[in-house]
């Protein structure tokens, strides 16, 4: 039986919980639509992906900029209609960088088509996590 779009959703919910890169990625088509903003000269994992195989590395080199242990994900709301979904919730965390802390309010756009990602838009305060990655 195909995952649903809620089913799909919520694995990727508990794989990032889990920061697990090698499950995230086994969620996600081979061909992606990704993109999550910002400023490249900052966080170099920012930008656009087309390949499930780019996904995991994305998740190593964002939690490597980031404080172990000092991360919170908070999950508010998920909608769900038909093959897109929407996660509303908010990230607190520490950059590794500065020891500057940063929260940002955030959106999460998945489309899932055949149980698989095809696309992962993230929508994020970009200028309080460049406050925080600036020297």
């Known amino acids: ?9 919520t694995a990727f919910l508990e794989a990032l919980g889990a920061q697990d890169p090698e499950q995230l990625g086994e969620l996600f088509a081979e061909e992606i639509d990704w993109f999550v903003p910002g400023d490249p000269a900052l966080a170099h ?31 508010e709301t998920v909608v769900t209609d ?5 996660v509303f919730g908010a990230f607190d965390h520490v950059a590794a960088a500065t020891g500057r802390p940063f929260h940002t309010d955030v959106a999460v756009r998945l489309t899932v088509k055949a149980g698989k990602i095809t696309r992962m838009h993230l ?6 996590t460049a406050a925080a990655f600036t020297p």
Do not use: H
Request: net charge negative; hydrophobic share 40%.
């Open 1 to 9: 039986m195909t995952p649903t779009t809620t089913d799909t959703t």
């Open 82 to 86: 038909g093959e897109d979904a929407v």
């Open 123 to 128: 929508f994020e305060d970009t200028a309080a």
């Open 45 to 75: 994992w920012v930008g656009a992906r087309s390949r499930k195989s780019e996904v995991p590395d994305y998740f190593r080199a964002l939690w490597a900029a980031l404080v172990p242990g000092k991360s919170v994900v908070s999950v």
